[in-house]
């Protein structure tokens, strides 16, 4: 009898295990359902000439099934613009669609269109914003924040999305994959009125040394890992066209390197001229302008490399950059505060900022405090009382380096808040003097 039960429990078992099996195989069998993506691929923001209604954005279905983009909204300037359909609605998968302020003056200026087409109702800032594409559901599908600074200012350029994901500026493709890989001037700005255009230079680069010495050029003659075919050298001839990065820098964590790419030699190009520049910060940052700023998040070496143009001339410059955490320490005096180098280099703490509960305060550019020293800041001189709850430093992005808590009985406080000294001096002899015969009196003793 025992033997008959415990068969039954295991052909019981059994039924339920086939059970659970057959379930699993009809749940694979239910297609899931695959969530909308897509993308702005491509802006139009400031249109040559008058650009009322001209103005359009490009998106790129980035799913794997088709959408109705009709069905989705464009956030700009605070307000959910409604996309209407001139046509088929549907973007199939890894399609593009252009939205048009106005689909009729998009025709106009581009009357070789024959892409999918959408109606909608905004006006892109020349300045730059941000623009955020909704899907069906409301939720948020892609944002693109645009700055002028990468070009397409009314130069008849658009800005573009590449493959990597940068942005360049280069001539309008809407309803197609851009097929530049880095911003393309419009036109030659040096073209003089006689018609005469700038050749293609050679790339050059401007190296300094980083010994003390300085404004020595390295040899630039062996092979080179940049990315431009153009010659990293100046043996190769007398290039008619020459960019500079800079000189070696030093910086710090969290507070921004400015660097500019500047015309120091060209046959044609005065010196001195706007030029247009893509920088590659060493750290996979990417930035367009002739004057950029950078913040590293990490210490160590990086390479930076500017990239110029000017018509159809290229020139290439980089430029070494060592980045250092700072290690600094805080000391409570008196009546102010003691920041001290706990490093064996130089800090500069520019833009680094010194607060308390009450109070902040921000280090003048090129405050630099020497290797293992320390600098003193009376609270009159940064515009604090008594520091209460906390003294803190921390870097121009925020981040705190270093915090000593003060109780509002410590003899700091005590002292800061009386007029009597914390000891009594000899008539006419200040605190100055006693501190000297001191260390006379060490010097002696030792």
């Known amino acids: 009898m025992r033997t008959f039960f ?26 899931a359902s695959v969530s909308a993506a897509a993308a702005i691929s491509e802006v139009m923001y400031d249109v040559p000439g008058t650009d009322t209604g001209r103005e359009w954005i490009e998106v790129q279905n980035t799913g794997a099934s088709a959408i ?20 088929a609605a549907t973007v199939s998968a890894g399609g593009f669609a252009v939205v048009a302020d106005d689909p009729d003056k998009f025709r106009i200026d581009n009357p070789g269109f024959a892409g999918l087409l959408f109606d909608s109702s905004f006006s892109l800032s020349n300045t730059g914003e941000t623009l955020v594409l909704h899907d069906d559901t409301g939720a948020t599908a892609d944002s693109v924040t645009y700055d002028p600074s990468i070009g397409a200012g009314g130069d008849g350029n658009s800005l573009q999305k590449t493959a990597s994901g940068s942005w360049i500026a280069a001539a309008p493709t809407p309803g197609s994959a851009t097929t530049a890989t880095r911003s393309i ?31 020595s050029s390295a040899d630039q003659s062996s092979i080179s890992t940049h990315s431009s075919q153009e010659a990293v050298s100046a043996s190769y001839g007398a290039p008619d066209f020459q960019i500079s990065a800079g000189r070696p820098r030093v910086g710090f964590v969290g507070a921004p390197l400015e660097f500019e790419a500047k015309v120091v030699k060209s046959a044609d190009i005065p010196v001195g001229s706007n030029i247009r520049a893509v920088w590659s910060l060493g750290d996979g940052t990417q930035l367009t302008g002739q004057s950029i700023a950078h913040a590293y998040a990490y210490p160590g070496d990086y390479i930076v490399v500017a990239n110029g143009d000017y018509g159809s001339a290229h020139a290439v410059a980089r430029v070494d950059v060592r980045i250092e955490a700072p290690v600094l320490s805080l000391s ?30 921000i280090f003048p550019q090129d405050t ?40 509002a009985d410590s003899a700091a406080e005590r002292q800061a808040s009386s007029s009597e000294p914390l000891i009594a001096l000899p008539q006419g002899l200040t605190a100055e003097d006693l501190k000297t015969r001191l260390m006379q009196a060490l010097e002696i003793g030792g």
């Open 332 to 361: 409570l005096l008196f009546n102010g505060v003691e920041v001290s180098n706990r490093a064996k280099d130089e800090v500069n703490l520019g833009g680094f900022i010194l607060e308390d509960s009450r109070t902040r305060f």
């Open 368 to 407: 630099i405090v020497p290797p293992l020293s320390s600098i003193t800041l009376s609270f009159a001189s940064i515009g604090m009382d008594r520091a209460r709850g906390f003294v803190r430093v921390a870097n121009p992005a925020g981040n705190v380096l270093n915090q000593i808590s003060v109780s």
């Open 185 to 215: 001037p419009a036109a030659n700005p040096g073209a003089s009125s006689g018609g005469s255009n700038i050749q293609t230079a050679s790339t050059t680069v401007q190296t300094e040394s980083s010994t003390s010495g300085g404004g």
């Open 68 to 87: 109705d983009l009709s069905a989705w909204k464009l956030f700009e300037a605070n307000t959910n613009h409604k996309i209407s359909a001139v046509g």
């Open 6 to 31: 415990r068969r039954k429990r295991y052909a019981s078992a059994n039924r339920a295990a086939v059970r659970l099996v057959l379930f699993s195989c009809a749940f694979a069998l239910i297609p």
